[in-house]
């Protein structure tokens, strides 16, 4: 992201910072006015983010903001697309995606005893698409000949409408696939210009659609085998995080294998979560937290 220029509203950044109770009531507004709920993302993000849409809206503090809001309904989803990080890559834990390969993809297909179950998986926060895009591309290099025999639905949604149309196209410029083999590029993108474009085959497997994952209360996907949540939760607050956990159990996850990504071992407690697992899932949990990468449901 390119820095926010330096302008003479910068003496009224520390009174912005200070004034907690503007940022709450203009938090408040954006949910009652915009339906984005981001009450409970960290204070740290939400701040920078609002400073691009000050500056970008000539307003001095919260309160104008809130003014300028009133008369401007379009800015709601462009204060929501500056303040939905869209922060992703290809692969961006790749020892996330390689234990994937390694463990869980091997474990899931020995118990696909149906084929005609098929393969369903989530990404949540998917941003633009790198995520469930290089899911599809793992499913594809794991199975091989054998892809035709499974029905593979890869669900991806963000709170971003402008992410998803990006999403769908599924273009990138040659930077953003740099870290990418020369046989990955060879056999799922096409050169576009001076960018790549993922194949079709590719994105056929994906399905993008809308989802505010903090305001969703019934479960969204059923029967998943996986879901991957690692642009979401290490930007929300800790009552949040719990929040999202516990639906997760208790509503989305009887039996898939939850991927975290590489988080910071104290960035997510569950509290309460702890309880409803039996001993080996916790034992099972705490050996597979040790390496920041999935979890399984408490069907596992």
Known sequence: MEPVEQTGLEPDRKDRVADSEALETLLEKVYRGGG??????????????????????????????????????????????????????????????????????????????????????????CARGEAPYSMAILLAEFLGLRLRDFKVAIYATDISRQALHEARLGLYSAKEIESLSPAILENYFTRQGTGYGVNSNIRQTVSFSYLDLVSTKAPPFTNLDGIFCCNILIYLQKQLQERCLACCMTHWLPRATWFWGRLRRRQIVCGRNWSVLTPRQRYKRYIRRMGDLVFNGPGS
């Open 36 to 125: 984005h709920d981001f009450r409970e993302y960290k204070r740290g993000t939400v701040m920078r983010r609002l400073e691009r849409r000050l500056y970008a809206t000539r307003t001095r503090t919260y309160l104008e903001y809130m003014q300028f809001l009133d008369s401007h309904a379009e800015e709601y989803q462009r204060l929501a697309d500056d303040l939905t990080l869209k922060v992703s890559a290809f692969y961006r834990s790749r020892y996330t995606f390689a234990q994937l390969a390694r463990l869980v993809l091997p474990e899931l297909m020995l118990s696909k005893g149906d084929r005609s179950e098929g393969l369903r998986f989530w990404s949540a926060a």
